[in-house]
C-alpha cells in the first residue's frame, strides 16, 4: 500500500508528506514480530496493513496487550520524543505492509515543520487513549467481555471480519489461560457471534459482538 494510506501521513500538508516520503521505505511485517527488536538503530513504522499490539510485560515475561494499532498510527513515536527505554512492547498481530524511517529524521523534521509536530502529539495522545481504555477493561469487565472488545477492534483495525488469531496467540494478548480463551470463544459462538477452526477467526455479528463486549 501507499505511504499515504496511514492516517498519520494523509494528514500532513503535501511538503511534509513529501519530505517524509523521501526518507521511507516499504516493509512487510511478520505475525509475531517484536518491532524494534532487531534494529540497528531506532525506527518509525507507518503502518498500512499491519496490525500491531501495544504489549506491557512485566518481571516473569508475562504480557498483556494495552492497545492495537492499524493504519492510522505509527509505531516507535517513543524514541523520536527521546524514550528511549520505553516500557511498552510493540508485536505484530496481523501481518501486513508498512513504511519505516529512522526515528532520528522524523525528530528533526518535527523540530523544523510544526504541522509534524502537532501530528506527533495527536498521535500520541491517541495511544494514550487506548492505554487507558484497555486498562479500565481489564478491571471492569470478565474474560467473555474482553475477548468480544479484542476481537471487535481486531476487526475494525485490519479492516477485516476474518481473522488469523489462535487461542494461543489471544491468550497473551489477554494475559489470561488458554483454556479461558477456549472457554469465552465457545460461549460467544454459542451465541452466534463467530466460527473459528484451526486459527481462523469468523466474526458473523459484529452488533452483536459490540453488545458482547459492553461497548454498545
Not at 494523509?10 to 511485517?29: M, V
Not at 481489564?138 to 488469523?164: E, G, M, P
Request: charged share 10%.
Amino acid at each position: 500500500m501507499k505511504l499515504l494510506h496511514n492516517g498519520f501521513i494523509s494528514q500532513l500538508p503535501a511538503l511534509e508528506q513529501s519530505l517524509i516520503g523521501a526518507a521511507c521505505e516499504p516493509i512487510t511485517l511478520k505475525s509475531g514480530q517484536l518491532l524494534g527488536a532487531t534494529d540497528a538503530e531506532p525506527q518509525v513504522y507507518f503502518l498500512t496493513g499491519a496490525t500491531v499490539a501495544m504489549m506491557v510485560q512485566d518481571e516473569r515475561h508475562m504480557g498483556v496487550a494495552v492497545g492495537l494499532l492499524g493504519a492510522e498510527h505509527v509505531v516507535g513515536l517513543e524514541h523520536v520524543v527521546g524514550n528511549n527505554r520505553p516500557t511498552l512492547q510493540h508485536r505484530v498481530q496481523t501481518a501486513g505492509s508498512a513504511w519505516c524511517m529512522k526515528s532520528c529524521i522524523l525528530r528533526a523534521l518535527a523540530l523544523d515543520h510544526p504541522a509534524v509536530l502537532s501530528a506527533i502529539s495527536r498521535q500520541l495522545w491517541l495511544m494514550l487513549s487506548h492505554v487507558a481504555f484497555f486498562a479500565a477493561s481489564i478491571q471492569t469487565l470478565d474474560i467473555q467481555a474482553r475477548l468480544a472488545a479484542w476481537l471487535l477492534l481486531s476487526a475494525q483495525t485490519a479492516q477485516t471480519a476474518n481473522l488469523h488469531l489462535t487461542h494461543e496467540h489471544l491468550a497473551h494478548m489477554l494475559g489470561v489461560r488458554r483454556v479461558s480463551i477456549t472457554l469465552a470463544a465457545g460461549q460467544l459462538r454459542e451465541q452466534g457471534l463467530l466460527s473459528y477452526s484451526r486459527g481462523q477467526v469468523h466474526l458473523l455479528d459484529l452488533p452483536g459482538l459490540s453488545v458482547a463486549a459492553k461497548v454498545a
